[in-house]
T-cell receptor
Framework: DAGVIQSPRHEVTEMGQEVTLRCKPISGHNSLFWYRQTMMRGLELLIYFNNNVPIDDSGMPEDRFSAKMPNASFSTLKIQPSEPRDSAVYFC????????????FGPGTRLTVL | GQQVMQIPQYQHVQEGEDFTTYCNSSTTLSNIQWYKQRPGGHPVFLIQLVKSGEVKKQKRLTFQFGEAKKNSSLHITATQTTDVGTYFCALSGGSNYKLTFGKGTLLTVNP
């Protein structure tokens, strides 16, 4: 099993540019999570999908952030326009939808906005 | 929202010493999970505790869930350099999906 796949692994961009982060969950997992990790705020849940449907996006910082899951094997997190304060590591995680089941994290995308 | 406090924030030990991190919740929990993140890596699931007073062991790691299901601890006996990383507790309250992660305890081990 390849695990959760994220791309790119590193992204450096300039303020105002659009950034798209990609995630492929583990096959058979029907829950997908996007997290952001910073030193100051720790690991924060941004959005959660179940069966490709966004269930909870209360953690999305603002309208500049959007996430989609067009099918069971692909999700994107888009930031437009990006700002320096968006610099962080963004993790995607997936899980089989069983109560309390463990989440499997991808390797993360380290985003730097200059 | 659900509040979680994890202490200490940092812990530096000599190899062979023991280590404990504590996690406290403001509300009663359905279950609690523990994750480990190596430097530069991603969180990796260690264990889940569900029952009040539950104790689980994984080699040198001992996990406990409080009787009131509001707190938990992770204890490592005789630390090794391979134990280096940040240990997170993750709380599951009323919902069956949302995990609230603690800020983590960064463990460093001096060989």
């Amino acid at each position: 099993d390849a695990g959760v796949i994220q791309s790119p692994r590193h992204e450096v961009t300039e303020m105002g540019q659009e950034v798209t982060l990609r995630c492929k969950p583990i096959s058979g997992h029907n829950s997908l999570f996007w997290y952001r990790q910073t030193m100051m705020r720790g690991l924060e849940l941004l959005i959660y999908f179940n069966n490709n449907v966004p269930i909870d996006d209360s953690g999305m910082p603002e309208d500049r952030f959007s996430a989609k899951m067009p099918n069971a094997s692909f999700s994107t997190l888009k930031i437009q326009p990006s700002e320096p304060r968006d610099s962080a590591v963004y993790f995607c995680a997936s899980r089989r939808t069983v109560v309390g089941n463990e989440q499997f994290f991808g390797p993360g995308t380290r985003l730097t906005v200059l | 929202g659900q509040q979680v406090m994890q202490i200490p924030q940092y812990q530096h030990v000599q190899e062979g010493e023991d280590f404990t991190t504590y996690c406290n919740s403001s509300t009663t929990l359905s279950n609690i999970q523990w994750y480990k993140q190596r430097p530069g890596g991603h969180p990796v699931f260690l264990i889940q505790l569900v029952k009040s007073g539950e104790v689980k062991k994984q080699k040198r790691l001992t996990f406990q869930f409080g009787e009131a299901k509001k707190n938990s601890s992770l204890h490592i006996t005789a630390t090794q350099t391979t134990d280096v990383g940040t240990y997170f507790c993750a709380l599951s309250g009323g919902s069956n999906y949302k995990l609230t992660f603690g800020k983590g305890t960064l463990l460093t081990v001096n060989p």
